[in-house]
């Protein structure tokens, strides 16, 4: 009996020391104040091992004046899983950077993320004051029931939202006396050209490149993935469900039986776009700026003479403006929320670097790095240093190295850093995607529409067989696998998918982010 009092007195004891380590366990054990945050963006320059031996990571404490500890997913790794593999430990990371939008009630409501919407005026009035200025992302950092949950990532001017667009290759046309194509019959005819000249085709990614694509030419909204927009009478529509769309595939189906489309357009990727624009077997495609930028310098490295420059996106046929370009909302789908693993006693050091990042000094911090290092002030303009314009891993490598917005991070990447980074011809570009943004962007579904859960369980189930429906079937309108005489089936089939009730979730998703 004495051996067993002893044996209970020592489980008792081993327990208890057991759950006191727990207890105290703040935040994956860190005990010294310092904040331990977990990203999917925000990752270190792969030149160097750590955020360790990240400059932008180690002078991020020291202007912000708060210690940090850094998680990342395993590179390689898918973020959601990782995500959901993070949030099935007990001891949560104090702060998560993550795509919150749309569902952060979900997690409010499970108690993984706090409510920040007591707090927030008080403890982040630089934060406070910014939502204050800006009543769209006011909006957007808010659930429908008028909980703010995340610190957010905005853009400070709307061309920065149009990043992506039509590329052609500008020596070709001045080679052929052709202008910069400006409607639909004048990009027919280039790529018409270009093919008999050069052998080259029309090469693009089905994917989210394409999204609309030159669809706005045709007064249509979305290409080969499904796409949701809003019309002109403020209905929530799906863009392949249209006429519109019909006349577009109509279009592209005319290019492929002319051998003017390259033949791996259903499966090629990024990385195969670039290799085929290095073998001049494509003089026009949709890319994103920084692909643009990468073009053009390997060009130069190679010696190929190759020019590409962005194109406006084609008018309608009328002369309107495109009725639809790639532009998205002016925030970004993913914030830093705080969790509830984080003790009370230490909200305030959670909040001071959160709010830190929307004062005038940490806005040049997480874009340009640090003063007098990677940037100074000339003519009043932050400008960066040859540390990072003739750094010799290159600038762009030299940003990721030592700043935090170069492609998502923290308060507002500004249009300086824009104007910095790119060259002249990408930047340019991204002006020209951008006009006509204004009346675009009022078609765009805006990523801050949140559904209740019992909605996004039927909408997932309804999507999932939507979407796959679509793309096979855009696929088959284009080969002309699917005769596009069909389209009306095509249109009934989706409607015995769901895809009216799917419309009706959306629309009263919508309508409820319009009343935030």
Known sequence: MKKLKKLCFFTFLIVSVVLA???????NAVEDGTLTIWSTWMTPSPTVKSYEESPFHQNLEKESGVKLKWQFPTEGSDWSQAFNLMLSEKQLPDLIYY???GVADKYINEGAIRDLTKDIEEKAPNYWKFLNEHPEFDRAMKTDDGKYYMF???REQPYQAS?????IRQDWLEEQNLSMPENIADWTKTIEIFHEKYGAQLTFQTGWRMSPGFAGAFDAHGSFDTRYFIDKNGQVQLAQAQPEWRNYMAWFNDLYKKNLIDPDFATIDDQ???????QDKTGATIMNAGTLLAMNTDATTNETGAEWVGAPYPNQADGTKSASIFTEDLYNAQGIAISTSLPEEELDEAFKFLDW????EGMQYWNFGKEGESWEMVDGQPTFTDLITENKLGKDEAIALYTGNWLSGQGVQLSRFIEQRLDEPSFNASNSWSDGQEEAIDSIF?????MTSEERKEASNLENTINTYVKEHALKFVTGEE????FDDFVKELNNQGLERLLEIRQAAYERYLKR
């Not at 380590?21 to 935040?27: F, I, L, P, R």
């Not at 195969?272 to 290095?278: E, L």
Request: glycine share 14%; hydrophobic share 35%.
């Open 21 to 27: 380590g727990c207890q105290n366990n703040k935040s």
């Open 99 to 101: 795509g919150w939008m």
């Open 152 to 154: 957010g990532f905005f």
């Open 163 to 167: 990043y992506m667009g039509p590329m």
């Open 272 to 278: 195969g776009v670039k290799t085929k624009a290095s």
């Open 357 to 360: 990042a929307y004062t005038e």
């Open 446 to 450: 805006p990523a801050a529409v949140s």
């Open 483 to 486: 005769s596009l005489d069909k």
